[in-house]
T-cell receptor, first 113, second 115 residues
């Protein structure tokens, strides 16, 4: 069974640009969460999607948004990029809302210059 | 507010040694406590998890001990191997799976096992 797939693996963007990251969950998993990992703040929850609806949101500005498609694939968008948005963005999938085990992808390394 | 505090930040042990990583939480609504292992360039991988109805759970060389009254839980690694060198994260969440589900992570412990 394939794991969580995130694309692209690496991105370099310029301040002020926007970026879209993609996540394909494990087959059959319907819940997708996004996390930001930085050396200073560690792993922080961004948001979770289930059945194409955002169910929970972390403490991030509105520049961070996401969506989920009917096949459970998810995208995350960051607009008006700032230098501080440089981070590893991780996607995690769960089978369903009643399941607690979350499985992470390898992440997308975003560098804002 | 950091809801899960993890210590130490780094740990160096010799091959065959015993490693302990500690975490403390504040939110009494947490009832699911996983540990993740992360190698450089990789995403976190679920290692072992525990719920508060048990005080200890063992899987191979890895054991979680849980103290509900103290709101603390620990990861014990026996017979540490160089391949265990990684960053370990404790986390906590509610198990309801409802709209409040999210993993709250500790800051991580960088474990180095010397050969």
């Amino acid at each position: 069974k394939a794991g969580v797939t995130q694309t692209p693996r690496y991105l370099i963007k310029t301040r002020g640009q926007q970026v879209t990251l993609s996540c394909s969950p494990i087959s059959g998993h319907r819940s997708v969460s996004w996390y930001q990992q930085t050396p200073g703040q560690g792993l922080q929850f961004l948001f979770e999607y289930f059945s194409e609806t955002q169910r929970n949101k972390g403490n991030f500005p509105g520049r961070f948004s996401g969506r989920q498609f009917s096949n459970s694939r998810s995208e995350m968008n960051v607009s008006t990029l700032e230098l501080g948005d440089s981070a590893l963005y991780l996607c995690a999938s769960r089978p369903g809302r009643a399941n607690t085990e979350a499985f992470f992808g390898q992440g997308t390394r975003l560098t804002v210059v | 507010q950091q809801q899960v505090k993890q210590s130490p930040q780094s740990l160096i042990v010799q091959k065959g040694g015993f490693s302990i990583i500690n975490c403390a939480y504040e939110n009494t609504a947490f009832d699911y406590f996983p540990w993740y292992q992360q190698f450089p360039g990789k995403g976190p991988a679920l290692l072992i998890a525990i719920r508060p109805d048990v005080s200890e759970k063992k899987e191979g060389r890895f054991t979680i001990s849980f103290n509900k009254s103290a709101k603390q839980f620990s990861l014990h690694i026996m017979d540490s191997q160089p391949g265990d060198s990684a960053t370990y994260f404790c986390a906590a969440s509610t198990s309801s799976g409802g709209s409040n589900y999210k993993l709250t992570f500790g800051k991580g412990t960088l474990l180095t096992v010397n050969p």
